[in-house]
């Protein structure tokens, strides 16, 4: 059976499937012993996402600054987010749940669906159904996480939600843009299925500097 050009072939996507189901668990179990096996992980995948950057620019002085910022802040925001003692944990399991549902919509509605492509110069893969599932899915995690949390709105959080949702696709395809500027397919082969630790993560490096700026910005946390 032919397989569409761009799509995984089925063993990519077992590959996928069990690198997920190793890697998921291992994370949340970190995110909820928290410091400092939290500030550990962090650090760790940030030394992994330098090396992946500076292989992908090939050391050009400019993107390795840009590189740097992009690295450095996001990490920022994941430790500022994890160090509240009341709510640390439970914020990143939201936001992780969000982020893991708005890349799973995408993909399962762009697969579906197809139609017309949201960005072809940059990610020929990427549809505006797949966008849409994507904010769709991340906007009723976030409503069943309300649910589960007994926050008092709801519709709220799950607004909340859809938009941290898009804006991590949005980190999807500004990823897709530097690779394809750079010629190149993934940043990495570390995650068998995903390719680099960049292309599981592009789109949770914008999304958790959005929930640190709307918390630090908003009275109290995102969740309330």
Known sequence: MAHPAGDPQPSSLAARTVTASVAAPVVLGV????????????????????????????????WLALGGIYIAVPSWALLHLRADSTAGAVIVFWMLAVVWSADTGAYAFGRLIGGVKLAPVISPNKTWAGLLGGVGAA?????????????????????????????????????????????????????????????RVDGLLVAVVAVAVLGTFGQGTILT
């Not at 500030?39 to 090396?51: E, G």
């Open 31 to 62: 995110v909820y012993l928290g410091s400092p096996y939290f500030d550990i992980l962090v650090a760790i995948m940030a030394l992994i996402l330098a090396f992946e950057w500076n292989r992908l620019c090939a050391g050009r002085p400019g």
């Open 139 to 199: 906007g009723v995690t976030g409503a069943l996480a309300g649910v589960i949390l007994e926050v008092e709105a709801i519709p709220a959080l799950a607004g909340w939600s859809a938009l941290i949702g898009a804006i991590s696709q949005i980190g999807d395809l500004a990823e897709s843009w530097v690779k394809r500027h750079f010629g190149v397919k993934d940043t990495g082969a570390i995650l068998p299925g995903h390719g680099g630790l960049f292309d």
